[in-house]
Nanobody, 128 residues
Framework: QAQLVESGGGSVQSGGSLRLSCAQA????????MAWFRQAPGKEREGVSC????????YYADSVKGRFTISRDNRKNTVYLQMNSLKPEDTAMYYC?????????????????????WGQGTQVTVSS
């Protein structure tokens, strides 16, 4: 089973940047898709971004388009989320997740149910 370990969260001021990393501590060749979800207190989990194994296909939620960039380094079994121009509304627990297959297309948010492997989460706090 894949084991995902996230890092890179923290506290920044509005307009600042953070880069989240998610490493597969136990590599699984079957994993094809990686994603970042976030959940703020009192809100539903939101699919922020998703990337295919090749990196050619990506998805971004409208709320983060133009500010966040997802990427992956398959040699290191690691996926990244570069977050720029952070806003207070980006404050949430961010989770890395891995899937073998997707039931959604690249124009729609990833479905949590497709992702069977999850990291422990890393907190991102943006102050105004």
């Amino acid at each position: 089973q894949a084991q995902l370990v996230e890092s890179g969260g923290g506290s920044v001021q509005s307009g600042g940047s953070l880069r989240l990393s998610c490493a597969q501590a136990r590599y699984s060749y079957a994993i094809k898709y990686m994603a970042w979800f976030r959940q703020a207190p009192g809100k539903e989990r939101e699919g922020v971004s998703c990337i295919s194994w090749s990196g050619r296909n990506t998805y971004y939620a409208d709320s983060v388009k133009g500010r966040f960039t997802i990427s992956r380094d398959n040699r290191k079994n690691t996926v990244y989320l570069q977050m720029n121009s952070l806003k207070p509304e980006d404050t949430a627990m961010y989770y890395c997740a891995a899937a073998l297959a997707l039931t959604t297309d690249w124009g729609t948010p990833p479905a949590s149910a497709d992702f069977h492997y999850w990291g422990q989460g890393t907190q991102v706090t943006v102050s105004s």
